[in-house]
């Protein structure tokens, strides 16, 4: 750049006045300090013609610049200088001439500070040869990370002192006073601080579930099965207990699809479970992948790999967006390779959210089946359409049920026609009149296009067969008791568990005009034992088909069905090379001592503890209880560790409640079936919560079709709550449902209840009777409170977050009266700031495990009766090389150490213990 300025004209002698106009012209006006800029000076006389003169050079602060005789400037310390030509005639101009230093280097360069700490922090400012520039003047400052100014830290003359945890800046600069158009204002270098609170724990990560063996054992579960006319057969299956993945069987030989534990399509998701699966017979497969950190994911491909072709909010068909909520059906994929496939959407543009059903061609073309965004005629209302029961026919139809209020049909719809009523409730069919549609469990649509569902009519249960969707040439089964449906083949017809009226139960294959018997439940023998129970089916070309079954023997048998005697393709325990990691989706809770309890990937979840020899299976799925019954599989609501270190599953054949003590099998503690204080029967319970005597809080549907919150202890049991009506708080009115229920040591219970209105309450059982500590709208320690969420007890005690206004939580304790425990705002002595809490945990000793969403970081802090301990921030990298990017589950231990399970910045789920320093 070069700097022209005209120069300032000075009265001079009549005679000498020759001179018009002066012109100073720098090669460039910026100089680093060490090296040389040339400025050259022009006169004009009044015609415009360049004067020839002798020029005298000079600068305006010697201690920054010197000129030469030919006006040649060297830069010597950092500043602005002018220099000024004159003529002989003392007339003159000036041109400024900005010194740069050559470079300025900080030490340190970086630093990591814990909040109280001082250091001093220094500058050298170098010419253009690297020599050092004595005595410049600096300006410090500490700005936030996104370079704004911060109250995180503070600094006089290069000494900084951390004051609260952040990310930083501590930057250094020259600055220019004078502003002039073209020149630096300053000359800047910062040094990244990291604040961090005073370390109070060192975290090690216990379990990563990518260290594996190449050869696993195979454990059987209950799985949906498809199979195709090549002989290739789909299913899931669980490795050592620890693993689960999506397989193919083919001429003997188990070949991994995909494997869960894998990373998912956004950051930090995981895959813990695919369902909901087919293949065609051009080898197709689909699947929904249930992920860890994010919503469903379609997958598709075929045995070799999927990817994934459908996920939230993606734009579908140009016309719906915001996904959510993806689902497939049991038979979801026609043999052309097109989809049907349920989710909730947005019209482009538009804010209201519906649900629909969709057809996706091979080609990927999509159109919306129906909606509930507007109504169907023949139902009289708006569609609710059912989770599972859809599919897409070889004419790119698609076939569903749908209810409205009271009435229900079963409609089919093709490219732009409107849905088109083939049955409903009320109509005439078969002889009687369709009273209800049996549940999805008995909806399939063949890859022939053959429909199939079940009615109950006025003359009886049926299951029906519609040949390519015909109404008119109807086929039909009396049925007895409860049926599923497994699989429809276009030649071999209907796979279906169960029985035909008058026949005992098992599976039968049914073509519409004979029905094979494939085997009968507790007769037919696999392995020398009876079967018991079955897993999944599905049929072969040649019309064999293969079961998952269960005896008294093994806990689950891989059986192909084509003759008089079953042959045994494979047990649980067998060997099969496949690399897939070890899975966990949450932390099992309770019991605030011993090995961490992790449930592993898959719906039907074994139970494993992290050791420091790596994972010990301690409750597989399908584990024997009694001889008879199998633990099915654990989930977060239905396994509780007790103080004992005891566990309790209610996941098992038979719906009662076991316990696994270290060393011993499973014993039942609940059975199946029993009396209450009012006389009712309840079933099996579905939830369980255990305190430190032993007592029980369970979960069971009755006799009276009411569900019920139950209370055990050796004296008996107990209805603490029901859903018919009959209980009832002062100022809330009648509880129609409860959720998040917890037990403390005391025998009280504490529940979010919701009354006729459905508005939301807090209530606490004592003594048997209810009151509320809370209802929308309300207050708590003087707080205006709109919500309350995740429950937890420990000893006497209750506590549950909170949200306040402005949208923050904070964690409420409950004794007697709710106080506030983990305020927001709360500032620790170390500098820990709670803003907004996330998942929490806490301990018999009354301390709080927290997330903290605060100033763009993830903090993880432990609020003790003595003040805040940091644990850990998202951002800081462990000694394992892990970023700890989102947390899925937490464990405090009456001890101080902690428990997190994370999935990392890698997409893999690991779990760091945390002890105290």
């Not at 012109?23 to 009044?46: C, E, H, M, N, Y």
């Not at 078969?430 to 109950?456: E, K, L, P, T, Y």
């Not at 507790?522 to 079955?534: E, H, P």
Request: aromatic share 8%; hydrophobic share 40%; proline share 5%.
């Amino acid at each position: 750049m070069r700097l022209l300025a005209l120069a300032s004209l000075v009265a001079l002698p009549a005679a000498a006045q020759t001179i018009s106009s002066l012109q100073v012209l720098a090669d460039s006006p910026k100089v680093i300090s060490g090296r040389q800029t040339r400025v050259r000076a022009f006169a004009r006389d009044p015609g415009g013609a360049l004067i020839d003169l002798s020029w005298r050079w000079t600068v305006s602060d010697a201690n920054l610049a010197s000129v030469g005789p030919d006006g040649t400037v060297t830069g010597r310390m950092p500043g602005i200088v002018r220099v000024r030509a004159t003529a002989p005639n003392g007339s003159f101009a000036e041109s400024p001439v900005q010194i740069l230093p050559g470079r300025l280097e900080i030490d340190p360069p970086s630093a990591e500070m814990t909040v109280g700490e001082r250091r001093q922090f220094t500058v050298r400012v170098l010419d253009a040869d690297g020599g050092p520039l004595n005595n410049v003047a600096l300006r410090w400052q500490v700005l936030s990370g996104a370079g704004f100014n911060s109250n995180a830290g503070s600094v006089t003359n290069g000494m900084v002192r951390a004051i609260s945890e952040g990310q930083l800046i501590v930057r250094a600069a020259v600055v220019y006073g004078t502003y002039i158009p073209g020149f630096q204002n300053e000359v800047i270098v910062d040094a990244p601080l990291r604040v961090v609170p005073p370390r109070a724990f060192r975290m090690r990560r216990v379990f990563n579930g990518f260290n594996v063996p190449p050869v696993r054992k195979i454990f059987f579960k209950p799985t949906a099965m498809s199979g195709n006319d090549a002989g290739e057969l789909l299913y899931t299956t669980s490795f050592d207990g620890l693993a689960s993945g999506l397989v193919t069987l083919r001429n003997g030989k188990v070949d991994l699809v995909m494997g869960a534990g894998l990373p998912g399509v956004t950051q930090s998701s995981i895959i813990y479970e695919f369902y909901n699966f087919a293949i065609n017979s051009k080898s197709d497969v689909v699947a929904v992948g249930a992920m860890i950190g994010s919503g469903n994911v379609l997958w598709r491909g075929n045995p070799g790999g999927l990817e994934p072709f459908l996920w939230d909010n993606m734009l579908v068909g140009g016309l719906y967006e915001g996904l959510s909520g993806l689902r497939l059906s049991r038979c979801p994929l026609a043999e052309d390779g097109s989809v049907a496939f349920q989710a909730n959407f947005r019209n482009v543009g538009v804010p209201a959210v519906y649900n629909g059903l969709f057809h996706m061609d091979r080609h990927g073309g999509v159109r919306l089946v129906a909606s509930n965004q507007e109504p169907i005629e023949a139902l009289g209302g708006i569609p609710v359409f059912d989770a599972d029961a859809y599919g897409p026919a070889p004419d790119e139809s698609v076939y569903f049920l749908a209810s409205s209020g009271a009435r229900r049909g079963l409609f089919r719809q093709r490219l732009s026609e409107p849905p088109q009523k083939l049955l409903a409730t009320g109509d005439a069919f078969n002889g009687g009149v369709i009273n209800a549609f049996m549940g999805s469990g008995m909806f399939w649509v063949a890859r022939n296009g053959d429909v199939v569902f079940g009615v109950q009519a006025t003359n009886g249960n049926f299951l029906v067969r519609l040949p390519a969707g015909r109404l008119d040439q109807a086929q039909t089964l009396r049925l007895s008791g409860w049926n599923s449906v497994q699989m429809v083949h276009p030649r071999h017809g209907v796979l279906f568990q169960g029985s035909e009226q008058g026949q005992p139960n098992g599976l039968y294959l049914w073509n519409g005009e004979s029905r094979r018997n494939i085997f009968v439940t507790g007769r037919t023998q696999v392995g020398g034992a009876a079967i018991d129970a079955m897993d999944g089916a599905a049929i072969d070309a040649g019309g064999a088909v293969t079961a998952i079954v269960r005896t008294a023997k093994a806990p689950q048998v891989l059986a192909r069905f084509s003759g008089d005697d079953p042959l045994v393709l494979s047990r649980t325990g067998d060997d099969a090379q496949v690399l897939v990691p070890n899975g966990a989706w949450g932390l099992v809770q309770g019991g605030k001592q011993g090995g961490p309890h992790l449930l592993s990937s898959g719906f039907n979840s074994s139970i494993f503890e992290v050791t420091p020899e790596g994972p010990r299976l301690v409750v597989p799925t399908g584990e024997q209880i009694a001889g008879a019954w199998r633990f099915t599989g654990a989930a977060t609501w239905n396994t509780r560790r007790g103080n004992d270190g005891h566990l309790y599953v209610t996941q098992t054949t038979g719906y009662g409640l076991a316990r696994k003590e270290a060393g011993k099998p499973l014993t039942q503690v609940i059975p199946a079936s029993r009396r209450v204080d009012d006389g009712a029967t309840v079933g099996g319970p579905s939830e369980v919560r255990v305190n430190v005597k032993g007592e029980l809080l369970t979960t069971h549907a009755t006799d009276r079709g009411d569900s019920r919150l139950v209370y055990t202890t050796p004296a008996g049991a107990v209805t603490v709550v029901s859903n018919n009506g009959s209980f009832s708080i002062d100022g809330f009115g009648t509880i129609v449902s409860w959720s998040d229920q917890v037990l403390d040591d005391r025998g009280r219970v504490l529940a979010i209840l919701r009354n006729r209105e459905s508005a939301p309450g807090l209530g606490l059982w004592s003594q048997g009777k209810w009151s509320l500590v809370w209802r929308a709208g309300g207050r708590i320690d003087s707080r205006n409170v709109s919500s309350v969420a995740n429950l937890k007890s420990m000893d006497d005690r209750f506590f549950f977050r909170v949200q306040l206004p402005g949208g923050v939580w904070a964690v409420v304790e409950l004794r007697d009266e709710p106080r506030i425990a983990l305020d927001v705002d709360e500032v620790g002595a170390n500098g820990i700031q709670v803003v907004n809490v996330g998942i929490y945990d806490v301990n018999r000793n009354g301390e709080i495990l927290f997330q903290s969403f605060a100033f763009g970081q993830t903090v993880y802090g432990v609020k003790t009766h003595a003040g805040f301990r940091h644990l850990h921030t998202n951002s800081t990298v462990t000694a394992e090389g892990d970023v700890l990017w989102r947390v899925v589950d937490m464990d405090l231990r009456d001890d101080g150490s902690a428990y997190l399970f994370f999935i990392n910045l890698s997409d893999e789920a690991v779990l760091y213990r945390a002890e105290p320093l």
